[in-house]
């Protein structure tokens, strides 16, 4: 989102957070995903589990998304142990959006976590200038393009075979999204809710989003439909495609750690039938 006149992390203006901190989460936020612990095989026979994990970081590289960037930058390393711990091989890539898109890295998997790392910090970087990527325009509106970036991220990517490999985007941003033929600080946004989830689901990728509950430019606005609620009568994008959402603010704030969900949800996920969620019974 645009600049604000405080800091994202200024938590007391919140009042579902009390809530959140009480333990009446939204599925997907639990602190028993984070725990959760893949097995050599699958305890469903009728299910193979995946030996490989590609990873798309969609990430909102706007002003107040520094946080997370570096969060990213400092936790990939420990998400990476630990899904290789568990046998599987990792790759990664990363989409950035603030109302427009850049798949990076020519959309190929990035050659080690050194580069990904230096590509994560050069965008962390980039929120300070509080602008669009390639136009060099002001981002001046609160909603970015969530929908873009998770299209490019499905479509764009050089995903390995879905037989073998675990397919995951996971997604961030701290508030709303359009939908074309939507324009926002003059970029034009391309691609529907409904063909987003199309297109993830054709390519049978899982987003696991990092999102905000409340946003605006008065911070007041309920901005959950579409990832954590229902977006005008079709499943939120995580739910529609298997995967999970967790609160973005408690990232911020240090209650959920970054690295410890990521790690959960994918090692959850290798053996589960694509789209249900690994996390349904949980």
């Not at 568990?86 to 976590?113: K, P």
Request: with cysteine; net charge negative.
């Amino acid at each position: 989102m645009s600049l604000r006149t405080w800091p994202r992390g200024s938590f007391d203006r919140r009042p579902e957070l009390a809530r959140v901190r009480r333990g009446d989460r939204d599925p997907g936020e639990r602190d028993g995903l984070a725990a959760a612990v893949a097995q050599a095989s699958c305890a469903d026979p009728a299910v193979v589990r995946k030996q490989q994990i590609d990873v798309v970081f969609a990430v909102d590289v706007s002003t107040t998304m520094n946080f997370m960037l570096g969060k990213i930058g400092r936790e990939i390393a420990a998400v990476d142990a630990t899904v290789r711990a568990h046998n599987l091989d990792a790759r990664y890539g990363l989409v950035v959006f603030v109302d427009d898109v850049m798949v990076t890295n020519g959309g190929q998997a990035f050659a080690d976590l050194a580069a990904l790392q230096q590509e994560l910090a050069k965008w962390q970087q980039f929120t300070a200038g509080n602008r669009e990527i390639a136009a060099g325009e002001a981002n001046l509106d609160w909603p970015e393009n969530t929908l873009d970036a998770l299209h490019a991220a499905a479509t764009q990517f050089a995903w390995r075979d879905r037989a073998t490999t675990l397919r995951a985007v996971v997604h961030a941003t701290d508030d709303d999204f359009g939908e074309a033929p939507a324009v926002q600080s003059g970029q034009r946004v391309q691609h529907g809710y409904r063909d987003t989830v199309a297109a993830l689901r054709a390519a049978e990728v899982r987003v696991f989003s990092f999102a905000a509950k409340v946003g605006g430019a008065c911070e007041c606005l309920d901005v959950r439909a579409g990832l954590f609620a229902p977006y005008r009568g079709q499943q939120a994008i995580p739910a529609a495609t298997g995967g999970a959402v967790f609160d973005i603010d408690e990232v911020a704030s240090g209650a959920l750690g970054f690295g410890a969900a990521v790690s959960g949800a994918l090692q959850s996920a290798v053996c589960t039938h694509y789209p249900l969620s690994p996390f349904a019974a949980k």
